[in-house]
């Protein structure tokens, strides 16, 4: 599983288990079709190393959840989902009219088509396979329907850490000139995390580990703030997994200090287009 491809299967157990818990931060019944015995192995293995994965996982999408249903009961009926991997949304959280356009690797998003109709699941879903760094986001969605003058919700989960700190400047500053009327989520680590200078020595171990089974971190971010002020973005919300999980779980005594240092944010256009004022 040490290639980004393969990462998706293993966000996607992590995701599936919260379905097991009492009260569950949400529910997702159509990720289980994509699983099986070996993606399971894998995932508990990794699990084993870096319980904390797990959770982070399960707590940015019950975020991500919350602000698309937030966007698409505002009225977007356009999301885009970048790196989609077994992402079930499109599934999920729908509404009269709401497309989603789906950006992954080809095998990725024909495994992902073939079985959601093997398995009956409706999803009003355009899949673009390809890669959004080297084929470029725009001239992607531009092979579509896609229409570049709608208010459009942009989620890209679980993706930032493991591309080029460039690519992922250039990929909201491709959304920015093109999409006049935005938001994006994204989650993203703490620079000090990828610099191991979080001073936490059980982060450092953490990542060594992870890394050595999954796929390495090489972008992070420290101010999410100064990064929207280059770009003239706005920053509309803006949470550590740390905050998250003390509103999630509120009975429940932090994890990680990982949690403290991996975020979750949604940023939206401000020069030149809309901004939807909340
Ligand atoms: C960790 S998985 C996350 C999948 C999904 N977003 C989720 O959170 O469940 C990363 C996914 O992003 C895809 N990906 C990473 N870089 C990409 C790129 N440049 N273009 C297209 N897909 C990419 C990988 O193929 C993989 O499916």
């Given amino acids: 599983m040490k290639n980004v491809t393969g990462t998706a299967f293993i966000v996607a157990e992590f995701r599936a288990e919260e379905n097991e818990?009492?009260?569950?931060l949400y529910t997702d019944h159509v990720?289980?079709?994509w699983l099986n015995e070996e993606t399971k192995k894998v995932a508990s293995h990794i699990a084993q190393s870096s319980p904390a994965a797990k959770e982070m996982v399960k707590l940015r999408t019950k975020y991500f959840d919350d602000v698309?249903?937030?966007q698409i009961l505002g009225g977007c009926k356009q999301v885009v989902i970048l790196g989609s991997g077994l992402d079930s949304r499109a599934a999920r959280i729908n509404?009269?009219?709401v497309i989603y356009f789906e950006i992954d690797d080809r095998a990725t998003l024909q495994l992902k088509e073939e079985t959601l109709k093997a398995n009956?699941?409706?999803a009003n879903v355009c899949y673009l396979p390809g890669d959004y760094v080297k084929d470029g986001l725009i001239p992607l969605l531009k092979q579509s329907e896609f229409d570049f003058a709608r208010q459009t919700y942009f989620l890209?989960?679980?993706n930032t850490t493991l591309v080029d700190k460039k690519d992922?400047?250039?990929v909201l500053e491709q959304i920015r000139d093109n999409v006049p009327n935005f938001r994006v989520s994204f989650d993203y680590m703490s620079e000090k995390v990828i610099l191991r200078t979080t001073g936490y020595q059980d982060i450092n171990d953490y990542i060594d580990k992870y890394e050595s089974m999954y796929a390495p971190w090489i972008t992070g971010f420290e101010k999410i703030a100064t990064l929207a002020d280059e770009l003239h973005l706005k920053v509309i919300e803006n949470f550590s997994t740390a905050d998250l999980y003390a509103q999630y779980r509120p009975r429940?005594?932090?994890?990680s200090n990982l949690f403290k240092f991996y975020f979750v944010c949604t940023l939206e256009n401000v020069v030149g287009g809309v901004s939807q004022e909340i």
């Fill in 120 to 122: 009956k699941v409706t």
């Fill in 68 to 70: 698309l249903s937030n």
């Fill in 95 to 97: 509404g009269e009219g």
């Fill in 168 to 170: 992922v400047i250039f």
């Fill in 21 to 24: 818990e009492a009260i569950p």
């Fill in 252 to 255: 429940r005594s932090l994890e």
């Fill in 156 to 158: 890209w989960e679980g």
């Fill in 31 to 33: 990720v289980k079709i």
